[in-house]
């Protein structure tokens, strides 16, 4: 099968029909083999009964519902699950983006040799409110994650298969996908620009404030994870065991002044309630590195890595 295409939808009964026959056209136009896949994120509306009556008219859909609202994230992982094609496009369900830019990032999959395609919706139709708060998160990913993307959360992408076999994803971290295949070692990194359509049926399912401050702490979370996953003690030791230093040079040099200076008690100086504080927090983060570096000695994910070719093995 030539592409998955993996659409995540909230309450979209409307756009369906619509983006349903428009990525048909597309796909019989430069005879693709497909499949699409519906994830419903626990609509209740009638997306889930508009999605069975297209199936009965389109044998390439395919559909899975949630019992509860789980979040975009779920929906695309879940979907990657069961996607089965060479190059995996995902794109939202409101029509804002287009399915005729699929076959130009199929190209830039299957051709060009990328892992991964963002869309860059360089011209956006959307509020300041929306649009501002956008920039401000592109700016932040690529300095921490060193991606250059415009766009991290344009929901047009195209992926290797692989690609999406070899990631998980969960919490708001849709948004870091590119940061995340790169942690896992996929580097070719693309993007192409993609038309932004404004939206024709009612208002997004998946704004709010609430997802910068949540997609601030993940993307905390990703950072952390990809660079000290499996050592822990590297950096929780690291910090500990200078905060104690820190600490243990404050008291011997107050213990110095005390014995040999005969300067006043050691208690009434705030140096000292320093030096005690630094010990403390070293020795709780030692401690606290120690247990997480067992932690993931004794988990089965331990020596789990990312294999990317085979030469005369499991012959």
Not at 97 to 110: A, C, K, T, V, W
Not at 238 to 252: K, N, R, S
Not at 283 to 292: N, P
């Amino acid at each position: 099968m030539d592409i998955s295409i993996v659409i995540p939808l909230f309450n979209e009964e409307e756009s369906l029909p619509e983006l349903t026959a428009w990525i048909h056209r597309v796909m019989d136009e430069h005879h693709f083999s497909f499949e699409i896949i519906f994830v419903d994120d626990g609509s209740y509306d009638q997306s889930w009964k508009t999605i069975n009556s297209l199936a009965l008219q389109y044998s390439a859909i395919k559909g899975i519902k949630f019992r509860r609202n789980y979040g975009k994230s779920a929906a695309l992982n879940t979907g990657f699950e069961y996607a089965s094609g060479d190059v995996v496009i995902t794109m939202d369900a409101d029509l804002q983006d287009s399915p005729d830019e699929i076959p130009e990032l199929y190209r830039m999959i299957r051709e060009d040799g990328f892992d991964l395609v963002s869309g860059w919706k360089k011209k956006r139709h959307d509020p300041l409110s929306k649009t501002i708060p956008t920039k401000l998160f592109n700016w932040a990913t690529r300095k921490v994650s060193k991606v250059k993307l415009h766009d991290f959360n344009c929901g047009l992408k195209a992926y290797k298969l692989d690609v999406v076999k070899s990631i998980e994803v969960y919490g708001e971290m849709h948004r870091y996908i590119p940061f995340i295949a790169k942690s896992a070692g996929f580097r070719k990194i693309g993007e192409k620009i993609v038309q932004h359509q404004s939206r024709k049926f009612g208002k997004t399912k998946y704004g709010g404030f609430s997802r910068f401050i949540n997609g601030f702490l993940d993307l905390l979370s990703i950072s952390f994870i990809s660079r000290f996953g499996k050592r822990p003690m590297h950096i929780f030791g690291l910090f500990g065991t200078i905060l104690f230093i820190a600490g243990f040079f404050i008291a011997g040099y107050l213990a110095y002044l005390k014995i040999f200076m005969m300067e006043g008690k050691m208690t009434e100086r705030p140096l000292f309630y320093l030096g005690l504080l630094c010990m403390i927090i070293g020795s709780q983060l030692f401690i606290g590195g120690f247990i997480a570096e067992m932690v993931t000695r004794n988990s089965q994910e331990r020596n789990k890595y990312l294999i990317h070719k085979k030469v005369n093995i499991d012959s």
